[in-house]
């Protein structure tokens, strides 16, 4: 697990967490001192998630981030069985 960049301390990070999980990247967000540490399960997906963070901070309110949230899901729970 490596971190892999930092998101506003006003942003909700499940938002940007869900979409990584839709796309396939395991990720957790931990509380930083100046903001949610973003970090990234496997190796090889840490290129694609600095990628996604890039984009997302250019543009968190894009509605792709939110619409993520029902694939994230259906993606945990497959895993889970």
């Not at 979409?19 to 100046?34: M, N």
């Not at 993520?68 to 899901?73: C, K, L, N, S, Y």
């Amino acid at each position: 697990m490596r971190q892999n960049g930092i998101l506003p301390v006003t942003d909700d990070p499940r938002v940007f967490g869900d979409y990584l999980q839709a796309q396939g990247v395991t990720s957790r967000a931990i509380k930083a001192d100046d903001g949610w540490a973003i970090w990234v399960h496997n190796e090889d997906q840490i290129a694609k998630a600095r990628d996604e963070i890039a984009a997302y901070l250019q543009n968190p309110d894009d509605p792709r981030y939110r619409a993520a949230a029902r694939t994230a899901q259906t993606v945990r729970a497959e895993t889970e069985k």
